[in-house]
């Protein structure tokens, strides 16, 4: 018979466990509405997901902001338009008044935790951004850049993402810039990535490879989600894949689900393998409870109610990622 825990004793519980937590979001697409200047990162704002009053309020230690170069930019304006952005970053009035810290080393991030300040990673989402040559790759990581993904949906001059097919997997130039990156200490993202370009990478590489921001398609089978096997190779590698919020890649839109994608990952990969990666602000709808980020506590009491363990939570919630940060970026 299953007898359930009495609720309210596990919801302490897991504010407390959350709060205790590092807690630590793979993925978001703040940057282009700051850009935009549609609103600030300082200032709480009624519209997106993510500002740092609301992070703050959600208990998110370290937020990474993605670049995001879109596929519909000529070609030659794709440098430009994120280097752009990671500018909008450092020029947002959080920046400059110490609430955001910008971090290349877990060190940096675990220090801005215990100050109370927001820890900031850079990512690139699309890293056509680098247009054709690899120079650019280290000219992102002067800037801060530590983890790229190679595309976005559709085929680019590195790889082909979800629905693209050019090149049949990783273009020769898409492997000596993953090499290239890998070199660097630049965290490879698979997320956007078809089946084939996925294990063109697995191949190329031999560092941790992440998924910042995909789910299980054993439970929900979109392209965007990972098979099996892929979630396998991840944790063979020893990488993390981050849970994405987007009820359209959960398959049901509540808080709930995305436990279920955590907990069918543990039984493939292991609870050491599974991130967070909500993709706030580049998703139209999110789960019910979960309208932004200041919401986050509510996905520790869904991973508590499905029954993983307190160093398990906290594992999911940032140091699996942190430890994936540490192994790839050195000190
Ligand atoms: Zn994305």
């Known amino acids: 018979m299953f007898v359930p825990k009495n609720v309210t004793t596990e919801a302490r519980d897991a504010k407390a466990l959350h709060r205790v937590s590092i807690v630590v979001d793979l993925h978001a697409d ?54 752009a952005l990671l500018d909008a970053f450092d ?38 951004a680098i247009e054709d040559s690899v120079d650019r790759i280290d000219a992102l990581y002067d800037r801060g ?40 200490g630049i965290v490879l993202d698979v997320s956007h990535l078809t089946e084939r370009s996925f294990w063109d990478l697995v191949r190329a590489t031999d560092g941790p490879i992440v998924a910042t921001h995909s789910n299980a398609a054993a439970l929900e089978p979109h392209p965007r989600n990972l098979t099996d096997e892929q979630l396998k190779a991840i944790a063979a590698r020893g990488g993390v894949v981050g849970l994405n919020f987007y009820p359209l890649f959960l398959g049901v839109p509540t808080v709930a689900s995305i436990a279920a994608h955590a907990r069918h990952m543990a039984t493939i990969m292991g609870a050491s393998h599974i991130a967070l990666g909500s993709d706030f602000d580049g998703i139209g709808r999110t789960p019910e409870g979960l309208e932004d980020v200041s919401h986050m506590p509510r996905v520790t009491e869904a991973l508590v109610a499905a029954g993983f363990t307190a160093p398990e939570v906290r594992g999911i919630l940032g140091e699996n990622a942190l430890r994936v940060f540490a192994e790839t970026w050195g000190d």
């Open 145 to 184: 850049v530590r983890i790229m993904s190679l595309t976005w949906n559709g085929s680019n001059r590195l790889a082909d993402g979800v629905g693209g097919d050019r090149h049949g997997g990783l273009s020769a130039f898409g492997r000596t810039a993953v090499r290239h990156m890998a070199s660097r």
């Open 30 to 83: 703040t940057l282009m509405s700051i850009a935009a200047g549609e609103r600030t990162l300082s200032v709480r704002s009624a519209a997106g997901h993510i500002d740092v009053p609301r992070l703050r309020a959600g208990g998110v230690a370290c937020q990474v902001f993605a670049a995001y170069v879109s596929p519909e930019l000529p070609p030659d304006r794709m440098y430009a338009r994120a280097t």
């Open 91 to 128: 020029a947002d009035a959080a920046t400059r008044d110490g609430a955001l810290a910008k971090c290349v080393t877990v060190a940096q991030i675990r220090a801005a935790a215990a100050s109370g300040r927001v820890a900031a990673v850079f990512s690139i989402e699309n890293a056509d």
